[in-house]
């Protein structure tokens, strides 16, 4: 049984999401400071965390930075609060998803079990051993999950090296937002492309010499990126 860590200061909804979820099947514990969430996020072991921004003591940004220093537990983040930079800086920090309330407890529960059985997935032993993709500088070694560029190591989230993964075993081939968002979210966009978008900054501030004339994530204008080789 999966289990999950709602940090959620407002009762409420913390207790509407807690009985939705476990109504489908999860073991759900609940944090309602930011402290407590922040030492239960490292010290415990969750499948998954939905973190709400607006904390007291300790806010959602902050625990979303800390946690994911230290592991790469799925992290749904929710708040109220509308704004593009909230939800780039929120992925920005490692986040998998930004969900805006208010939201219907049915969506949550469909996007945990999106993020969980891609986890799984993931993390299971169906790879082969030493599954290695090398391109120009690049090697993505696919059954450890790391990357080096041009010989150093560099750190990614889980979705920024399934993007990435993905973009460079399909070179060449343009992808839209929604495409992509799609095969890595495993679920339709609503309106969430801004996901990609920043998750696409990210990797190329890791693996490009210029940001600015990126030479391998290309941004095909009005369509979508494609990895060159």
């Not at 945990?112 to 891609?118: F, P, S």
């Not at 990614?156 to 799609?182: G, S, W």
Request: charged content about 35%; proline content about 3%.
């Amino acid at each position: 049984m999966s289990k999950i860590l709602i940090i959620e200061d407002e009762e409420a909804i913390a207790d509407l999401e807690k009985d939705y979820l476990e109504l489908s099947g999860f073991e759900v514990e609940i944090a309602y400071q930011g402290n407590d969430g922040l030492k239960r996020g490292l010290e415990e072991e969750f499948d998954l965390i939905i973190l709400d921004l607006m904390l007291p003591e300790v806010d959602g940004f902050e625990i979303c930075r800390q946690i994911r220093d230290k592991k790469n537990t799925p992290i749904i983040m929710v708040s109220a609060k509308k704004d593009d930079i909230d939800k780039i800086r929120g992925l920005g920090l490692g986040a998998d998803d930004y969900m805006t309330k208010p939201f219907s407890p049915s969506e949550l529960v469909a996007r945990v079990k999106a993020h969980l059985a891609r986890y799984e997935r993931l993390i299971g032993s169906g790879m082969p051993e030493n599954d290695i993709i090398e391109i120009r500088g690049i090697k993505i070694d696919k059954t450890a999950r790391r990357v080096w560029v041009n010989g150093e190591e560099k750190n990614f989230t889980t979705k920024e090296f399934d993007l990435l993964t993905f973009l460079a075993q399909n070179p060449n081939h343009v992808f839209t937002k929604d495409e992509l968002f799609r095969k890595i979210w495993d679920m339709e966009s609503v309106g969430d492309i801004a996901t990609v978008t920043v998750h696409i900054k990210k990797i190329r501030e890791k693996i490009e010499m210029n940001t600015a004339k990126p030479q391998y994530i290309e941004t095909i204008w009005g369509v979508g990126y494609r990895f060159k080789i």
